[in-house]
Every structure is written in C-alpha cells, then in structure tokens.
C-alpha cells in the first residue's frame, strides 16, 4: 500500500505546481488593471520562467502526472459516492484539459510561426478581444474552472492541518482575489488593446500580418487539437468503464453493514464501510470524503474484523494521528469483503474539520485519548 | 338593462380572447424567422469586444457569488449536516429540521444571489446585457430555491423527512414533476423577459417561448395532478383511514386548466387566477397536511386525532393565512395599491371588495369558533362526568359553565357576523337595529320575565352558586339534583325522580346542600336509669371506632359526640352529633346508630321503652 500513499503525494505535488503556474500567470494578468505596459514588464518574472526550459519541463511533467493521476482517481473508485464537492472536483477537472488545449497548442505554435508573437501580451489580447473572441471565451473558463478546482483541492488539503488555523485568514482571501483581480485585469487590458487597435494602424497591421501567418497552419492545429481532444476524451471514458466493470462486477455480491443504533446499509462487495454508508444515507462524519486523510471516518469494529480488508500505510498513520484506540478503523479505507460486519461510528456526522486538526476536543478522540492514558 | 349589460361584456370578452388567440399563432408563426435574425444579431455581438466583456463579468459574478456561498457553507456546513442527519422522531420534529435545513440553505441561496447581484452592479456592462444577467441571476435563483424547497418538502427517499402527506413510491415522481413544472413555468417568465431585454426586436420569440413553455407546465401539471391525486390507494398515509370527502385529482386538473385558460385569453389577469387556483389547491389539501403532522403520534397513542384541540386550530390558521397569503399575493400581482382600490367607482370592484371582507369575517369567525369549541370539547372529554356520590370539586363548575360558554359563544359569533357581514356588504344596519329596537320594545315588555331569567342566571352562575351534580332547594318547594343549566333554567332532579325546569327568575334564595360541610344531629331516647357519664363515654369511643376501622369514617370531619340533652319522664334523651362532608350524613348515621346498638346490648341496656309506666301508690 505504500504506492498508493505515493500517488496521492505525486498528484498533490503535481496539482501544487500547476497551481503555482496559474497563479504566476493569474498575478501577471491582474496587472492589467494597472497597464499593458506593467504586465509585459512583469512578464519575464512571472510568466516566462515556465514556458522555456526547466520551467516548462516541471509544468509539462506536473500537468501530464496531475492528469493521469486523476484519470487513475476515477478509474480506481468503487462507487459514485461522491459528496457534491467532489462531484464539483471531478467535473472542472475533467472540463479543464479540453478547454485549455487550444491555448496551449495556440500559444505554442505562435510561437514557433512568428517567434516574439506569442509571447507579447498586447497581441495576444488583440486576438482575443478582436480577432478569435471565441478563444477568449474557452479561456475565461478555463480560469475559472482551474481556479475553482485548485481552490477546492487546496482548502481541502490545508484545512485539515493544525497550521490551518493560522494561515487560513491568509489564504481564503488570496483564494478569492486571485482570480477577480485577473478576470478584472483581463477586462481592463482588453479595453486598452481595443483602444490602441482603433488608434494605432500600424500595430493593427502587425497583428493582422500575425494573424494571416497563423491562420496558415490553422488547419493542421485544428486536426491536432481535434486529435488531442479525442485521445482525451478516449482516455476519460476508459476510466470511467473501469469504474463502471468494477461496479458491474460486484453487482451480483450485495453484502451488509450493521451500525449502531440500530442502522443497516446494503451494498457491495468490496465497497468501504464510508461508502455503505454514503449509499445508504446512514449518517457518517466524513471531512475528507474519503481520501483516508481526517480520520472522521473512523469507526470501532465490533464484529467482523477479519472480514474487511487490511488497513494499508495510510490509514495507520491517519489512525496513530488521531490517537485511535484498538480495533478502531477508517470506514473510508476498510472494504466490506463479507458479510457480518458490525460497526459503531465513532464521531458525530456533524463533524467538521477541527476534529481532524484537534482530534482530542471531539467525543471519539476524548475516549480514544483517554484509552490510551490508561495503557 | 343588466342583461345586456352581461351580453355586452361577454361578447367583448369573447371578441378580446379571438384577437389575442389570433395574436398567438402569428406570434408562432413569425417566431422562427425572428429568432434566425436574433440569433444572428446575438452571435454577432457575442464575438466581439463587448461579448468577451459581457463574458468575463458574467464569469466574474458567477465567481464572486459561488466564492461567497462556499465561503458561508465552510461554515454553515457542519449545522447543515447535524440537521441533515438527526433522525426525525416524529412529523412535528422533522418539521422543525425541515425549518432549520431551509433556513441554513436559503441563507446560502440569499448570499449567492445577494452577491452576484450586488458584484454586477458595480461593472459597466455593455448596452443590454445587465437586465440580461439581473434576469439569469433570478432565475437561477427561482430553480435553486424550487430544488431545494422540493427537496426539503417531499424529501425523496427518506420517508421519515416528508413535511406532506404523500406515499413513498410517489414521491420521486411528485418531485421529479414539480421540478419540471416549475422550470418550465421559471422558463416562461425568465427566458422570454431575457429574450425582450437584448437590442433586437424580439417579440414574436418571446410571445412564443411563453407559449410553449406555459403550454408544457400546464400538460404537466394536469397529468400530475390526475396521475397522483386520482387513486384511492395512492393518498398519503393520513388519508388512508378516512372515507374519501372529496374528489381531489379532477378539481385540481380543472383548476390548472383554469389558469391556463385565462392565460390564454388574458395574461393580465393570469397571476390572480394562478394564486386564486393555488389557494383553492392548498385548502383542498390542507386537511390532511395538517392532520399529518398529528397523525403518527396519535396512532401510537391510540387516540383519533380529530378529537384533538390542536391540530383543529392550526388548520383553521393555516386556512385562514393561505387566504390572506393568497388575497395579498393578488393585490401585489395587480400591483394595484390598496387605497386605490378602495375609491375604485367600479361597481364589481366594491362587490370583489366586499365579498372579500365578508370571507375574511367568516374565516376569523370560524377560527374562533373552532378554537373555543375544540378547546371546550378537550376540556370536557377529560373530566369525567358528575358522580352524584361524590363531592362536587373544582371540574363540576367546569362540567357546568362549559357547555354554556360554548352556546353562547356560537350565538354571540353568529349575531355578530351575520351584522358585521351585513354591514361590510353596506348594508345599512342602523334602521334594522332601530327597528329590532321598536319591535324589541315591544318584545321586551312581552319577554320582561325572560330577561330577568337571563340576568338573574347570570348571576347565579357567576357567585357560583350551584352547579351540576348538586342537591338544592330552592323557593316554592323545588328541590333536587342539578342536573342540566341554560341560559334561562335549570333542570333539578328531585330525590324521588320528578325533574323541576326552575326559571332563575323564580330561583329565588337558593339552599345548597352539597357544600363543604354538614352537621347531622339525632337523639337517643334511653331508660332513666342509665348513667349519663357512661354513655357518653360509650358514644365517644364509638365514634372513634368508627373513624377508625371504617372506610365510611374516613369521611368524619369532626368525630360523633354525644351527651344528655334532656331529661323527660322516664327518659333521659341523649343528642349526638358529626360533621361530615356533604351527602355522606346519612350512611354515617346509619352505621353510628347500629354501632351503638349493639354496645347498649351488650351493656345490657336498650332504648327506653315507649311505654309510661305509671305507679299508682295505693
């Protein structure tokens, strides 16, 4: 199980870079409410450095791994239990790379047609806001919906940690002035390059002359982009029948769980306890929703131990984290293999993410807390 | 006059609705050449400048109001999920939750309109789009406050959360249909409103996008209506052991068709008779939606709820706030100010207006009436009916002054609406109560006994001074147990059975007999020889005894006693005497009396003789 401890550090780090870029590029486009001018100033420093070199290797490389290791997310889920944040998360996730292809392959190749092109904000805007509205529209989303998704991965990751509580104040507004100020640099910009373009004939020829040399390979881009998108979409959608075999698959084994007070939840064979209980709508903390990270989820067994699969690196460490007591466990991590499995949730449904970051100011970890001051 | 009047006004009715008929299909028939054009002049502003701008403020409210909203539920999530998983015990607690689930995702509803709102106020949108963005914003609003409002009423798959009567298998599809009837009927008044706010003439799409979308609405709504309300079997759980009252299903398909009618016909007066159909849906189901949250209790209980004070007040309430909901709604969607209406000439605005007062009259009435009766009823079904055996206590008055208040409160209500109805129809009422005033003279001097009965019972009523399940006497021999009380009589049972109806009038001073106490007194006649000390004596530890060892005894306020009263010719009389509570005189006496017989036999004495022994010295 160490892999998969691995992976979801890889994909972290991976989303950690992208995000790192986006808000480069976000900061450089909110200094469009200054001026064109500031923003090709402050290019060099925040936009360039990733898109030649070691820059663009680490972005390309962290791009590819948070992609894939998505795709990998989906396709080795047992259920669609997802909480509505993650049906967000998935959704802008997988929305992104067929809106972004056509900036990236189009800023690529701008530059290679006319070197200087690409790279000048001012032209690029030109085309934007004069020439190919329709990519300014693709592109509005994409900020949109990268920053959203980057956002919830972030808030969800941080959230859970002690150093939350200092740093949160700091963060929840950077979260939300990035994106406005860029969206409101990109407007403002706008404004400006449609000002010049009707002031200054000369620039507009310049762009114009760009613009008739791009159009040229505009078809083979078209062709690619179109390629791209379906191996994409070819890759999605195998994920998502991995998903659906899987669930298929274990149609035919209903199983079920018995929780305290009385509750049963129906389900299958293989499915974690947490999901049971999402399936079912039996109440059941669950901060991380299930990524084996807030230890909300966790649960005494009271019967049936043998009978769920064997906790994994993650859910130990999380488990010693939260000072669990024995025969204690992570509904989120432990799979119903058969059936007889009795549990007894330990925190609270309303459970928020304090009880991960301060395990031992809620009811379970008061009584593991003290269980383990006995021993 | 009148007549042609009517013929004159159906006819220009008539004449309205062909026109607007045939106004709708050239609207259908124009619609598709104009929304090419439309979609043309859309596209063409679209990839420009001012759509990239149009675009990117768009994004950026849209960004603004989904930040705040999440931002709040960081907070409010917690809340939110304690509500969401509490179990429900009972309809009553789960609409408590209910409450605090709207309230915790309307406050986030709010926050998001509230920002997305407030953030596109502060840009500089190009010409059109800011109404175009005001309307998208409110008909986001309009589908996310139907979801949830769905979602928290009917609560698909969990029975246990379902604020209205509706069976199980139904509730998917109830809600599933609701959510589509409202889109398409938010489609009908957003999209068209949206259509009409861009720069290009669009009347004709609007006019039909509005058709089609209504047209949709209402074959949903009259499907669902017949689908779901029509079956026996299918109502919800409350209804299950009542016989059918009312047909549900085909007065409400009427009532959808209904609105739809006037729509078609006149879309100005549509809004009133959309809210006139929805109160008269909520009234025909507001029975059993009541009743719903009463229902489970009681069957566990084991009690009908009918009976219950309750849920009879809260559904006349709830009636009662429906139409007043529904009258101010009507008065809003006319946006007619009140003041206005009121100095209307028009003759069937003043009738509208008057009827209008008349049922409000009635409702409060009846509110009323249900209240005091329903309270009453539960009042009395709870004291248990006078034992004539037992001391009256605090419920007798009750037993008495109940039913009286009840008939008197229906008779004051009556009168009172019946000359307040009269008087909001402009009824003149002053000659009628100048006339009940001569002819009540009249009557008057003809019912001077009755009057005096009335007040005269008033009194007595009000000092108390007798009530159901006491002995009395009163003047002119009559006497007996209360056993009913009027407004005007009381009925007295006398001891050997005749029933005395005493008009208070002739009541006169009345003796109780049934109050907090009695002394019974009653003599021993004993040979002359007997020694006084002795018997006294002998009286008193009876007494005792008899306090103590019997259950009778327990009764004895003050024990008997006994002592020579009088001294007669051969006879010394000795007087007893007990106080005990009312009507148990007799009993005690009883057992005293044979309790003492027996010690003076075994004393070996008897009462004296009845026979005067006269020596004659010789």
Redesign the interface.
């Known amino acids: 199980m160490r892999g998969e401890a691995l992976i979801r550090r890889a994909r972290l780090a991976s989303g950690l870079v992208l995000m790192a870029f986006v808000t480069c590029h976000l900061a450089n486009l909110s200094l469009g409410l200054r001026s064109l001018a500031e923003m090709e100033a402050w290019r060099m420093l925040l936009t360039a450095p990733w898109t030649r070199g070691a820059g663009l290797w680490l972005l390309g490389a962290a791009g590819t791994i948070h992609l894939s290791l998505g795709l990998y997310a989906v396709a080795a889920r047992r259920s669609l239990a997802l909480s509505t944040t993650d049906v967000m998360q998935l959704a802008l996730g997988l929305a992104i790379p067929p809106l972004a292809i056509a900036h990236v392959v189009a800023t690529a190749t701008a530059n290679a047609v006319s070197p200087g092109f690409a790279s000048n904000y001012g032209q690029i805007l030109a085309v934007?806001?004069?020439f190919a509205?329709?990519y300014?529209?693709l592109q509005?989303?994409v900020?949109?919906f990268v920053?959203?998704h980057a956002a919830i991965g972030l808030?969800s990751w941080l959230?859970l940690k002690p150093v939350w509580r200092r740093i949160g104040g700091l963060v929840?507004p950077v979260?939300?002035a990035v994106?406005?100020l860029a969206?409101?640099g990109?407007?403002q910009a706008?404004?400006e390059v449609?000002d010049k373009l009707a002031s200054d004939p000369a620039w507009k020829q310049m762009i114009l002359d760009n613009v008739g040399r791009i159009a040229k390979v505009t078809r083979e881009l078209a062709d690619f982009q179109r390629a791209a998108i379906w191996t994409y979409l070819a890759a999605v959608a195998a994920a998502f029948a991995i998903l659906g075999a899987r669930i298929l698959r274990h149609r035919r084994r209903p199983l079920a769980v018995a929780y305290d007070g009385g509750a049963r939840a129906g389900g299958r064979h293989g499915l974690s306890i947490l999901e049971f209980s999402r399936l079912n709508?039996v109440?059941h903390?669950h901060v991380c929703s299930g990524r084996g990270r807030c230890g909300t989820c966790r649960v005494r067994v009271e019967s049936g131990a043998d009978r769920l699969s064997a906790p994994g690196d993650l859910e130990r460490d999380t488990l010693a984290r939260v000072h669990a007591g024995a025969g204690e466990r992570l509904a989120c991590q432990a799979r119903v293999l058969d059936e007889g499995v009795a549990v007894t949730r330990l925190l609270?449904?309303?459970?928020?993410a304090s009880a991960a970051r301060a395990p031992q100011e809620w009811p379970g970890g008061q009584a593991a807390a003290a269980a383990e001051s006995r021993t | 006059m009148s007549d042609q009047g009517m013929s004159g006004w159906s006819l220009e009715l008539l004449g309205a609705a062909k026109q607007r008929l045939e106004a709708l299909g050239l609207d259908l028939a124009r619609a598709p050449e104009e929304a090419r054009r439309a979609a043309e002049a859309a596209h063409a502003t679209?990839?420009?400048?001012a759509?990239?701008?149009s675009?990117?403020?768009l994004?950026?409210i849209?960004?603004?109001g989904?930040?705040v909203e999440w931002?709040y539920w960081?907070y409010a999530?917690?809340?939110?999920?304690?509500a969401?998983?509490?179990p429900a015990l009972t309809p009553l607690h789960a609409l408590r939750l209910g409450l605090r689930l709207l309230l915790l995702r309307g406050s986030g509803l709010l926050l998001f309109t509230a920002a997305a709102l407030g953030a596109s106020a502060a840009f500089t949108w190009p010409p059109h789009v800011h109404p175009l963005v005001v309307f998208a914003t409110l008909f986001l609003l309009v589908l996310r406050a139907a979801w949830m409002g769905v979602g928290i009423l009917i609560a698909p798959?969990?029975p246990h959360r379902r604020l209205v009567p509706v069976a199980p298998r139904a509730a998917r599809w109830l809600a599933a249909a609701l959510l589509a009837a409202i889109f398409l009927l938010a489609c009908g008044s957003f999209l068209p409103a949206m259509v009409e706010s861009g720069g290009v003439a669009a009347h004709h799409i609007a006019s039909a996008l509005r058709l089609a979308a209504y047209t949709a609405a209402a074959a949903l709504l009259v499907a669902l209506s017949l689908a779901l309300f029509g079956r026996p079997g299918s109502r919800g759980a409350a209804g299950a052991a009542r016989a059918p009252l009312f047909p549900r299903s085909f007065p409400l398909a009427m009532l959808v068709v209904f609105v739809y009618a006037v729509w078609l016909l006149s879309p100005r007066a549509a809004p009133v008779a959309a809210i006139l159909a929805v109160v008269v849906g909520l009234q025909i189901g507001l029975h059993d939606m009541v009743y719903f949250y009463w229902h489970s209790e009681d069957e566990t209980a084991g009690k009908p709820a009918d009976r219950e004070a309750l849920p009879a007040i809260a559904l006349s309430l709830a009636r009662f706030v429906v139409a007043l909901a529904g009258i101010g709604a009507a008065a809003l969607a006319l946006d007619t100010p009140v003041s206005a209406l009121a100095e209307s000439s028009s003759p069937w605005v003043g009738v509208g207006l008057r009827l209008l007062g008349v049922a409000v009259l009635a409702l409060l009435a009846h509110g009323v009436w249900i209240a005091v009766r329903s309270v009453v009823d539960q009042r009395l079904s709870r004291i248990a009916p006078a034992d004539p055996h037992q001391p009256p206590d605090a419920s007798s008055r009750l037993l008495t002054l109940l039913p009286l208040l009840r008939v008197t409160t229906a008779v004051v209500l009556l009168v009172l609406l019946v000359l307040s109805s009269l008087w909001a129809l402009g009824i003149e009422i002053t000659p009628l109560l100048a006339g009940a005033g001569v002819v009540g003279l009249a009557l008057g001097f003809g019912a001077q006994a009755l009057v005096r009965d009335v007040i005269a019972g008033v009194f007595y009523l009000a000092e108390d001074a007798f009530r159901v399940g006491e002995y009395v006497e009163g003047a002119g021999n009559t006497k007996g147990t209360v056993e009913r009380i009027t407004l005007r009589s009381v009925a007295l049972r006398h001891h050997n059975g005749p029933l005395h109806f005493v008009p208070y009038g002739a009541l006169g001073s009345v003796r109780n007999t049934s109050r907090d106490w009695v002394i019974d007194k009653f003599n021993l006649p004993l040979p002359i020889e007997v020694e006084s000390e002795k018997i006294r004596k002998m009286i008193k530890k009876i007494g005792e005894q008899l306090k103590e060892d019997t259950a009778l005894g327990q009764h004895l306020m003050e024990p008997l006693k006994g002592k020579l009263y009088r001294v007669d010719p051969g006879v010394k009389v000795f007087r007893c005497k007990f106080r005990c509570p009312p009507g148990k005189q007799f009993d005690l006496r009883a057992a005293a009396l044979k309790r003492i017989e027996a010690a003076l036999k075994e004393m070996g004495l008897g009462y004296a003789a009845g026979v005067n022994t006269v020596i004659v010295k010789g």
Do not use: K, N
């Open positions: 934007y806001w004069s509205p329709f300014a529209f509005l989303f900020v949109v920053w959203m808030y959230v929840i979260l939300f994106p406005v969206l409101l990109f407007a706008g404004q449609l709508d109440p903390a609270p449904a309303f459970a928020d | 679209l990839m420009s400048g759509g990239v701008r675009a990117t403020y994004l950026l849209l960004f603004i989904i930040a931002l960081t999530y917690s809340p939110l999920r304690a969401q998983s509490a798959g969990r």
